[in-house]
């Protein structure tokens, strides 16, 4: 795994560091916020994982990844996977949204299987309403979480920077196509 310095979603200070990170390097505080879609899943050995979930999403078996620098969604069935990064993504489809209150990005995924659309949205970090109603949930500092939850249609997920004081939201909402819908 290459090397790379500490991102505001890793763990606290006074953990060690990952095994083939360096720690001399001085923390880059991230500006934006990478999302890359794929009908192909990802190579996920590169991350690092920090949870994952089991979900059910457009009636569809899913999973919900925390990882390292964000977070991953994967559809296999209908060939979605959502993988978002506080670092560039090499991804064909990727699109990027500053780390900022009043952000608002827009971005959407179709394939012959499914339609996403994913509405972005910069609030204070006192927007945040805690991990308790997500479907998985990690904090990386006191104030610093990543959550995804299941929502009617789709997912939601919030990531917080309390270097930006920032709780960024975001909504997917899902719409599988028919055979007959090409």
């Known amino acids: 795994m290459p090397s790379h310095p500490p991102s ?20 880059e505080t ?14 996920l050995t590169a991350v690092d994982v920090k949870t994952v979930a089991p979900a059910t999403l457009a009636g569809e078996p899913a999973v919900l990844t925390v990882i390292g620098e964000s977070h991953y969604v ?4 209908l060939g979605f996977h959502e993988l978002c990064s506080c670092k560039p993504l090499p991804n064909e489809r990727t699109h990027r949204t500053p780390l900022s209150a009043g ?3 827009e971005f959407s995924f ?12 910069g609030r204070p970090l006192d927007a945040f309403p805690g ?3 997500a479907t998985v949930a990690y904090r990386f500092d006191p104030e610093a979480w990543t959550t995804i939850r299941v929502a009617d249609g789709g997912y939601e997920t919030y990531h917080t920077y309390p270097e930006h004081d920032l709780a960024l939201y975001t909504e997917t909402t899902m719409t599988p196509r028919r055979a007959t819908q090409r």
């Not at 994967?74 to 069935?77: D, N, Q, T």
């Not at 179709?110 to 949205?121: F, G, P, Q």
């Open 8 to 27: 505001p979603t890793e763990p606290p200070a006074g953990t060690e560091p990952p095994a083939g990170t360096d720690s001399s390097q001085p923390a």
């Open 30 to 43: 991230p500006t934006e916020l990478y999302f890359g879609y794929s009908a192909d899943a990802p190579d």
């Open 74 to 77: 994967g559809l296999p069935a």
């Open 103 to 105: 952000a608002e990005r």
């Open 110 to 121: 179709e394939s012959d299987r499914l339609d996403a659309r994913t509405v972005v949205e």
């Open 131 to 133: 991990p308790e109603a």
